[in-house]
Every structure is written in C-alpha cells, then in structure tokens.
C-alpha cells in the first residue's frame, strides 16, 4: 500500500524564521511528488518534482526532491503570517491517483 | 479564467439519505478526481474520470460512486450515508488523465455533515 509520511506534524514560528518541512514516500510506480498548501477549503499548487536532484523555487518557498532517500523537503525561507497553512506532500503514481500525507500545519506568529 | 466549481458549498444530510455533489473543471480539463478529507484520514482518494470513463477508484465502500458528462463536468454520489461520511469533498481537474506537469487544482470543496 503507497504511504506517504509528512515531519513535523506542526510547526509555530516566528515571522522571518526559515522552516524545512518534511515529506517521505513509500510508492509503487512514482511518477511526481507534490506540494500543495491548504489555508481554508482548496488546497493550492506549489511545485511538482519528478527528477531528483533539481530545485524548484519560487519566491521564498523551495523545495528539492531525492529519489534515493525516497524523500522531499520544502523550505521557507523568511517566512510570513501568510504563510500560515497546511503542507500537503503527495505521490502521483502511475494509477494517476494522488495519495497524500497527512500534512504540516505552520503557523508563523507576527 | 474560472476556477473548479463546486456545489453545494455545505450541505446536512440524515443518516440513510443519500447526497449527490457537482463538480465543475476548469474550462478544457477533461480529467476530474475526487477525494475526502477528513480530520482523522486526510486526503483520500475516491476516484478519477476522464472522458467519461472512471479510470480510477480508492479503497471505498460502492455507496460513493460518481459519473462525468461529456462537457467533463462530474458528479459524485453517496448513498445511504453514515455518520462517518462527514468531511470534506474535494474536486480536482487537470488538462489531460494524471496529473500533467501543472499537477491538479482543487475546488474549495463541499462540506457534508451527517446528523
């Protein structure tokens, strides 16, 4: 069964702190990982990862993915009360479905 | 350009009733997924459309089913409802079947509570 594991479960900072978000996977067939973060309702797109290695920025949010590990982290770097959300990792695998961990909730105090 | 559309935003429904909700993708996406999310379970996948046909389906009981209609718009079905169905239903449409390289993006969701 696919298995997606998010660390820390949650996170209270400080505005201009840099937070690293943990994401582990354990898929057959692992064709992306994704990071979506959740304010409200609908969860939004940040960045998609197939290959390892490779960053992909933007802004303050990066995030790079390792295939040996079986891993991904997400950085954010000075970070902002917007930035206040649930991460959500999760796996694409070639059944086309996400699975998806069970999240980070940040909170970034003033 | 719009976003997903879901309906009803909320919803209340009685133990043994049964609910249907609407899912609009983004204009030319053909591939709509939906999933549940719940406190306790997270996201979790239900199942995935694409022209049509159900290309996918998660670990749920037969009560949940859904459909697409040829303009690509979807609906998911819960019959005879449980207590434990009380979550949040998430749409999710993307340009072509999977995620693509733009991943998917998700309606706000339908809040069904079971009294």
């Known amino acids: 069964e696919d298995k997606v594991v998010q660390s820390p479960l949650s996170l209270v900072v400080h505005e201009g702190d840099t937070v690293t978000l943990n994401c582990s996977y354990e898929?057959?067939?692992?064709?992306?990982l994704l990071w979506y973060k959740q304010e409200k309702k609908a969860p939004t797109f940040l960045f998609m990862l197939t290959s390892s290695g490779i960053e992909k920025k933007s802004g303050r949010l990066s995030s790079i993915l390792d295939k040996k590990e079986l891993s991904s982290i997400l950085n954010i770097t000075a970070t902002q009360t917007g930035d206040s959300a649930i991460y959500l990792c999760?796996?694409?695998?070639?059944?086309?479905?996400?699975?998806f961990g069970g999240g980070t909730r940040l909170m970034v105090k003033p | 350009k719009a976003g997903v559309t879901q309906t009803p935003r909320y919803l209340i429904k009685t133990r043994g009733q049964q609910v249907t909700l609407s899912c609009s993708p983004i204009s030319g996406h053909r591939s709509v997924s939906w999933y549940q999310q719940t406190p306790g379970q997270g996201l979790q996948f239900l199942f995935e459309y694409f022209s049509e046909t159900q290309r996918n389906k998660g670990n749920f009981p037969g009560r949940f089913s859904g459909r697409q209609f040829s303009n690509s718009r979807s609906e998911m079905n819960v019959s005879t409802l449980e207590l434990g169905d009380s979550a949040l239903y998430l749409c999710?449409?993307?340009?072509?079947f999977g995620a693509g390289i733009y991943g998917y993006t998700f309606g706000s969701g339908t809040r069904l509570t079971v009294v």
């Open positions: 999710a449409s993307s340009l072509k």
């Open positions: 898929v057959t067939n692992f064709r992306s």
């Open positions: 999760a796996v694409d695998n070639a059944g086309n479905m996400l699975t």
